[in-house]
C-alpha cells in the first residue's frame, strides 16, 4: 500500500504557477474543476457585461449625448455582447471556459474597451484608475485562467493604462508614482492571493486521489482477506478428495439436527456406507484411481439424498450421513437408493473398473438417546454385519426388535 500512495505523492508535484508538474495529474484536475471554471466564468462574463452597460449612463451623465458617447456606447455594446455570448457558449460546453482562445479573446476585447475609455474622458482619472485596479483583482480572482496568462494581461493593463494616460492625460508626476504603486501592490496581492487559492485547491485535490488510492487499496486487502478467510473455512470443514464435509463438520452438522430432533421430537436416522472390496480396487488400479472412486461414490451419495440430509467423509473409504425427520423406513430406501446407483457407478476413462459396490448399514437415534455414538455405533454393526453376509447391501438396526435387517439381499460378490 505504501508503494502506491508515495508514487501518488510524488506526482502532486506543483511548478512555479501552482499546477501539477505532472500533465495527465493537471488535465485531470482541469476536468474535475471544468464544471466549476465554467460557472465562474459566466458570472465574471455576466458581471462584466452588466458593468459595461451600465458604466454608459455614467458615460452619458458625463459627456452627453455627441460623437464621444457614441463611440463608447458602440464599445460598450460590442463588449457586452462578446461577453454575454461567450456566458451562453459556456452553458453548452463548459469545456470551452478552459480553453485559452475565447477566454483570451474576451480579455483582450474587455481591457481594450477599459482603456478606450481614457482617450474619451481623459479628465475622469480617478475612475480610470479605480476601474483599472477592479479589472486587475477580477483578472486574478474570478477569470479561471492560467496564470501566465492573467500575469501577461494584467501587463497589458498597466502598460496599457499608463501610456494611454500619458498620451491623453496631463498627469502630474507625482500622481502617477501614486498610480503605479497603487498597481503595484494589485498585482502583488492579486497573484499572492491567486497561487495560494490555485496551490490550495490542487492540495485538497492531491489529498482527495491520495484518500482515494488508500481506500481502494483498503477495499483490495478486505477482498484479499475475505477470499482467504472463504477458502480456509472451505479447508477446515471440507474433505479435500471428495468435496463432502470432512468428520468434524459433519459432526457438527448433524450433533446441530440431533438437536432439533429432541427439541422437536421427530426422528433422526443416521447410515454408514463403505465402499466394498476397496483394498482391492487400490491394489489393482493404483491409488489414483482409488481417490477417483472415492470421489464418484461421494458424488453418487450425494446424488439421492435429500436436501435436509447431510453426509461427511468417516475416514478411508466410509462414509456417515444423517438423514433429519427419517424413520428407519425413509432411511432405509434412500440407502438402497444409495447401494442402487452405486453398483452403476463407472467411471469414463476406465472400461474394466468392474462391478462397485457399496455396503450400508442404518440405525435411528432412539427416544432416550441425547448423543449420537449409540446410533453411530448400531449403524456401523449394521454395516459389519452387512459385510460378512456379503456385501452389497443394506442392513437395518433396530433395538427395539434387538435384530439387524436385510433391506434387500442383493447378490454378494
Ligand atoms: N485411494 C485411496 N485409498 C484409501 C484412502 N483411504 C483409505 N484407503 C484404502 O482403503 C482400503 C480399505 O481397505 P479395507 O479396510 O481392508 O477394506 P476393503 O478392502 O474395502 O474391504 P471391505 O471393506 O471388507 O469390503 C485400504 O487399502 C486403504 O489404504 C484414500 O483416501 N484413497
Redesign the pocket.
Known sequence: MASGVSDAKANTRLNWYSEFSEPTLEALFQRTMQTHHACQLRYALWSAAGLFLAFSLADYALLGMGEAYGWLLVMRVAVALSCVALAMATLKRPALAQRPLPVNVICLLCLTGLMTTIPLRPDQIGIHLASMIFASMVLYLFVPNRFPWILAWNAYLASGVVTAMLIWSSLAPELMFTGLLLMGFVNMLGSLTLTRLDRLQRNQFASLLEEREINRQLHREIEERRLLEERLRHMATTDE?TGIANRRHFFELANRELSRALRERTPLAMCMV??????????RY??????R??AAVADCCQSVLRDTDIIGRY????FVLAFPNANLHTAASIGERLREKVTQLTLPDIDDLGPLSV?VGISRVEAHEVELDGALLRADQALYAG?TRG?NRVVVADPQVSLLTDVKVSAGH
Open positions: 478428495l463403505d465402499i466394498d472390496h476397496f483394498k482391492r480396487l487400490n491394489d493404483g491409488h489414483a484411481t482409488g481417490d472412486v472415492l475416514g478411508g473409504e466410509e455396503t459385510k456385501r
